[in-house]
């Protein structure tokens, strides 16, 4: 699936999300502190989302960025192969995310590998569901994760397990871009 009619069937289901709760923009937009006019473009497919603003968005709804993807994806299979794996970027802030394995009904735990270019720098305010388990597994470059208030230096080989309970900052210092596996596991 290319990534306009995957941002289009995204668009498509994050309006169906607000109306199934009886939510206007105006309510969407003072939950999700989003302004209404970027909540409207977005629903009509006119603007492509940023991971800061599907965070926000996850957040209001209470939902993974991973369990909000698979919905507007099919139901997926126990093998996925490599060349079928939904892969998200964006452009803006140099992130780079392939659902290595895609959130399945039953299951709680999925895969994703991620790559931020040097200098990205991607801060989420909460967590899309309060108490996620991570498993930060560092492929190539280096990271600077922040959860909470803790500061990590990531090189290749480490590993940084976590809860998710707050804010959270990802940052590739460079010179190489940071890629890495992360494990979430839902509470």
């Known amino acids: 699936m290319g990534s306009t009619e995957l941002e289009q069937r ?3 289901r994050l ?3 607000r109306t199934e709760r009886g939510w206007s923009l105006d309510d969407l937009a003072q939950r999700a502190d989003v302004s209404r ?3 409207s473009r977005l629903e009509r497919g006119e603007i492509s ?3 800061s603003l599907l965070n926000k968005l996850c957040a209001a709804y209470g939902r993974t960025l991973s369990r909000l993807l698979a919905e507007v994806e099919p139901e997926p299979p126990q093998l996925v192969p490599a060349d079928r794996q939904p892969v998200w970027e964006d452009h803006a802030s140099g992130f780079v995310r392939r659902s290595v394995s895609p959130p399945h009904p ?3 735990g999925e895969v994703i590998e991620g790559t931020l270019r040097p200098g990205a720098d991607i801060a989420y305010d909460v967590p ?3 108490g996620l388990e991570h498993h930060l597994w560092m492929l190539g470059g280096r990271l600077t994760l922040t959860v909470g208030d ?3 230096r990531l090189a290749v080989g480490d590993c940084l ?3 998710l309970w707050g804010p959270s900052r990802f940052h590739c210092p460079g010179p190489d871009a940071a890629r890495y596996v992360l494990l979430i596991v839902l509470p």
């Open 10 to 12: 995204l668009a498509g």
């Open 49 to 51: 989302p940023t991971a």
């Open 15 to 17: 309006a169906e999300l």
């Open 150 to 152: 803790a500061e990590h």
């Open 37 to 39: 006019s970027t909540l």
């Open 128 to 130: 899309p569901v309060a």
């Open 106 to 108: 039953g299951l709680r």
């Open 161 to 163: 397990r976590y809860r």
